[in-house]
């Protein structure tokens, strides 16, 4: 599972040591720190306009620097350089594009610590100029609230944790309700609905201690009675649990439940949505969802608002279009035969691991565990993927986990979900997720199809206009040429981007598509 609780750290200066770790003659090893770039604070460079900055560092050893794509294809000659400062232009001196940049130093196989990353990224990107309606789909965990290149509405940031205190001994807990209520509103006044997750003793024990969750809930909701929704609890339940565990866990959080929502209703929050969430997926069957089988069948049900799942494809990650749908199908045959058949259904944290350090098949660890990340470009495939897929299914919520990474080891698993690395540099998943917002927006799904080459198309529309959605299978990746007439739509497309948002141009009315997903824009008539 992923960690909720962990807070990212945020520098713009950082130590950096750097040798070779290919072949190469040209230059020995060498160690370079504190270097720091004078670029943006949030390292994005607008649309249509040539890039300068300086970097500089301490030490010796770097001789040029090199561009590369989201894919790691290089763009533009290497530059040479010398000195501990050096300017860096766009590749080529040419205006940039929308999408993302890795800038990578030479000599060749260079690597960046900590962290051994390969390479500092960069996005191009419009700011957004008006706030994310409340029918946006999209929600950010851990979200820096100030960003002004992605906009979502939704935010996953506040814990309970710093402001309730239960005293064990004498059964009575104190609350912070200033506090609280001032973290909440920190996020409203950034344009934010946050979904704040409330877990702490008494809560999850068995017995429950209906009392103490008396206390709690009543404190919670009396101090922010307008709060939209909440979340109880931090991955409690599980899909790898069997049926008899499932059960018996509900009964006890029935119990829970039942009292949670009693202190709303007498705090003044009524319209407050109760949110519990169940985490995970079977790897080697994604059909196999006991727990939540056992949950829509359970008194719990009666409590809650809105179901949440956290679908981690723990240990490698493989492509959403392998698994999602299956998962999500057996889901909805659940919902659809319980006493509530229309129970929203969110996905309040939904991420992947990405080997920033390009270690390799189980060089990274979860626990231990050896496992396999993604590349930074398999990365982007998987974010769009994920939402697009279970959009499709009826996902009416997503909270991408996370926003940056958290802690700078290269082997840890949980330290590399980010769209951001943890000093603060974009990485391909963050140009994706800017476009995904902006393409699809509030758009709602229309239809999907798949066509004889294994591509499948997913269609948005609204205001007055569609999003086509299409990637080749994850089975079938080589790339086909695809006639723009396959993608069935009425009206004219006016645009078509890669997955991190750059323009393509159609040759001949062909498009070519791997498996990296691509998007189309069209009218609706």
């Known amino acids: 599972m992923a960690s909720y609780f962990r807070a990212a750290a945020i520098t713009m200066l950082f130590v950096l040591l750097v040798h070779p770790v290919f072949s190469d003659t040209s230059a020995p090893a060498s160690t370079i720190t504190a270097i720091s770039t004078s670029d943006s604070s949030f390292h994005v460079f607008a649309p249509g306009q040539p890039v300068s900055f300086t970097l500089t560092y301490s030490g010796s050893g770097v001789t040029g620097y090199q561009w590369v794509d989201w894919r790691g294809a290089t763009i533009g000659l290497p530059v040479n350089v010398s000195g501990l400062s050096f300017t860096v232009t766009s590749p080529n001196n040419k205006p940039l594009k929308q999408g993302y940049y890795g800038l990578r130093l030479l000599p060749e196989g260079t690597v960046i610590q900590p962290g051994s990353r390969k390479e500092?990224?960069?996005?191009?990107?419009?700011?957004?100029?008006?706030?994310?309606?409340?029918?946006?789909?999209?929600?950010?965990?851990?979200?820096?609230?100030?960003?002004?290149?992605?906009?979502?509405?939704?935010?996953?940031?506040?814990?309970?944790?710093?402001?309730?205190?239960?005293?064990?001994?004498?059964?009575?807990?104190?609350?912070?309700?200033?506090?609280?209520?001032?973290?909440?509103?920190?996020?409203l006044d950034a344009g934010k609905t946050d979904l704040p997750v409330i877990s702490d003793a008494p809560w999850g024990l068995n017995p429950a201690n209906v009392p103490g969750i008396t206390e709690f809930a009543s404190d919670v909701y009396s101090g922010t009675p307008n709060l939209p929704a909440a979340e109880w609890g931090i991955e409690e339940a599980h899909n790898g649990w069997d049926t008899a565990a499932s059960v018996m866990f509900f009964e006890n959080l029935a119990v829970e439940l039942k009292a949670v929502r009693a202190a709303a209703n007498s705090s003044g929050a009524t319209n407050t949505k109760l949110v519990q969430q169940i985490e995970g997926i079977s790897e080697h069957d994604p059909a196999k969802v006991d727990c939540t089988r056992a949950?829509?069948?359970?008194?719990?049900?009666?409590?809650?608002?809105?179901?949440?799942?956290?679908?981690?494809?723990?240990?490698?990650?493989?492509?959403?279009?392998?698994?999602?749908?299956?998962?999500?199908?057996?889901?909805?045959?659940?919902?659809?035969?319980?006493?509530?058949?229309?129970?929203?259904?969110?996905?309040?944290?939904?991420?992947?691991?990405?080997?920033?350090?390009?270690?390799?098949?189980?060089?990274?660890?979860?626990?231990?565990?050896?496992?396999?990340?993604?590349?930074r470009a398999d990365g982007a495939n998987y974010l769009v993927k994920a939402h697009v897929i279970a959009f499709s299914d009826g996902v009416s919520r997503i909270y991408w986990y996370r926003y940056q990474d958290w802690h700078d080891d290269s082997t840890n698993g949980e330290e590399h979900f980010g769209l951001r690395d943890v000093f603060g540099y974009p990485k391909p998943q963050y140009s994706a997720y800017a476009n995904l917002v902006n393409v699809i927006g509030s758009k709602r799904f229309v239809t999907s199809s798949e066509t004889k080459d294994s591509i499948h198309i997913y269609t948005f529309a609204g205001s007055g206009t569609s999003c086509i959605v299409a990637w080749r299978g994850s089975e079938t990746p080589s790339p086909v040429q695809c006639a723009l007439s396959e993608f069935a739509t009425n009206g004219k497309i006016t645009s078509i981007t890669d997955t991190i948002g750059s323009e393509l141009t159609p040759t001949k009315g062909k498009i070519q598509i791997d498996d990296s997903p691509i998007f189309l824009i069209a009218t609706d008539r």
């Open 120 to 187: 500092l990224g960069f996005a191009v990107l419009l700011k957004f100029t008006r706030t994310a309606p409340q029918t946006s789909p999209f929600g950010m965990v851990h979200a820096a609230m100030n960003d002004p290149y992605l906009q979502f509405a939704w935010t996953k940031t506040t814990w309970t944790h710093p402001f309730w205190k239960w005293d064990t001994a004498s059964n009575v807990g104190t609350f912070d309700k200033t506090g609280w209520a001032a973290s909440e509103q920190h996020v």
């Open 295 to 375: 949950f829509f069948k359970s008194d719990v049900l009666q409590y809650v608002d809105v179901l949440s799942l956290h679908p981690y494809a723990w240990m490698d990650f493989n492509s959403p279009d392998t698994w999602m749908d299956t998962f999500l199908k057996a889901i909805e045959q659940a919902r659809a035969s319980s006493i509530k058949p229309s129970l929203p259904i969110w996905f309040t944290e939904c991420g992947c691991v990405v080997d920033d350090a390009g270690l390799g098949p189980l060089k990274m660890q979860d626990g231990g565990h050896p496992i396999s990340g993604l590349s």
